[in-house]
């Protein structure tokens, strides 16, 4: 039964060579490392500029559109550009080539819907 798994038995060894360096790396830089906290270190830090104001303010509905829409459209490029590099693939079979072109129509579509969408709701606006 073990006949099975004898080819991933690199992969494993290799698995547990990496978490075990990593974890010595971690653990010799937690002993070793300098320890000095100060004011400035122990402070949020964005893009260089000092914090001003609370951390628990709200954040407009149009900052949630736009993390939706670029989620949305990240996600087709990780669908659409395999699509594309298969496609040909697909035409030497005739009736999968139209099942994977209308397939990826209608994913297509569906996503200019969002975009419509978003558009409609202003979040493509940036004031």
């Given at each position: ?29 937690y002993m070793l490392g300098p320890k000095r906290p100060t004011r400035e270190k ?86």
């Open positions: 039964m073990l006949e099975h798994y004898e080819p991933y038995v690199p992969i494993l060894l290799l698995t547990l060579v990496v978490a075990g360096m990593a974890a010595v790396i971690l653990l010799l830089n122990g402070i949020p830090y964005e893009s260089g500029v000092d914090p001003v104001g609370s951390a628990r303010h709200r954040f407009s509905v149009k900052f949630y559109l736009t993390a939706i829409l670029f989620l949305v459209f990240d996600l087709e490029v990780v669908f659409v550009l395999p699509w594309a590099a298969n496609y040909r693939g697909f035409l030497m079979d005739p009736e999968f080539a139209g099942v994977a072109f209308w397939g990826m129509g209608f994913f297509v579509l569906v996503l200019a819907l969002g975009l419509l969408y978003e558009w409609r709701r202003g979040s493509l606006n940036w004031e």
